[in-house]
């Protein structure tokens, strides 16, 4: 399998890049910003972007989306909860980060689905919380947490359509759960690490004691 974080835009935007290494296929997660950068990096590995899967969606992971598409033609992949999110960025919020709107949701997707690219799968988890639609995907060994988990810290639960209820139920029952060596991989890069594990949040998030 092919990992690649990339830090994107002007708001520590954690992207990613997962490629299947014999099928060529791949993926990239919240391409927020430096579309160019992404493709270049994917095809210098000659990774081929077949979906772009956006953990949510604010304007802040998915401004992206719309160059993305267009220069890959990849599929835009959301939880069906967010859907509706995905198209619905008031215009005055597009201005205020500079993004362009993004085009609608190709496929959706609900809780225990799975993304396949080649042989390499990720599983949704639906998380809750930050959004309506926020999921977190798993391939074992590894779990993307958008803006449900950060590095000993969590999402925003102060927006419209938010919950810090439902996110800490799905945090703690549907994350923590996963095996301690599973390697964190959060939305933003706002903590003193860009990665965690299962077992560090255990210990050191002050969010979840």
Known sequence: MFLR?????????????????????????DPAANTDDIILEAK???????????????????SG????????????????????????????????????????ADI?????????????????IHTPGHTPGGMSLYIP?????????????????DLPGASWPLMYKAIVEKLMTLPDDTVVLPGHNYGRTSTSTIEREKKNNPFLR
Do not use: C, W
Request: glycine share 10%.
């Open 65 to 104: 989306n719309k160059d993305m598409k267009a220069k890959t033609g990849a599929k835009i992949v959301v939880h069906e909860d967010d859907a509706d999110m995905l198209v619905s960025t008031p215009s005055m919020v597009l201005k205020m980060f500079g993004a362009k709107p993004s085009p609608p």
């Open 141 to 157: 060994g590894y779990v993307f947490t958008g803006d449900t988990l950060f590095v000993e810290s969590v999402g925003r639960t």
């Open 5 to 29: 974080q990339m830090q994107v835009g002007h708001m520590a935007v954690l992207a990613y890049i997962v490629g299947d290494q014999v099928s060529g296929e791949g993926l990239v997660i």
């Open 108 to 124: 959706t997707v609900k809780d225990g689905d799975a993304i396949r690219v080649g042989n390499t799968e990720l599983k949704v």
């Open 44 to 62: 210098k590995n000659d990774i081929e972007i077949k979906y772009i899967v956006n953990t949510h969606g604010h304007v802040d992971h998915i």
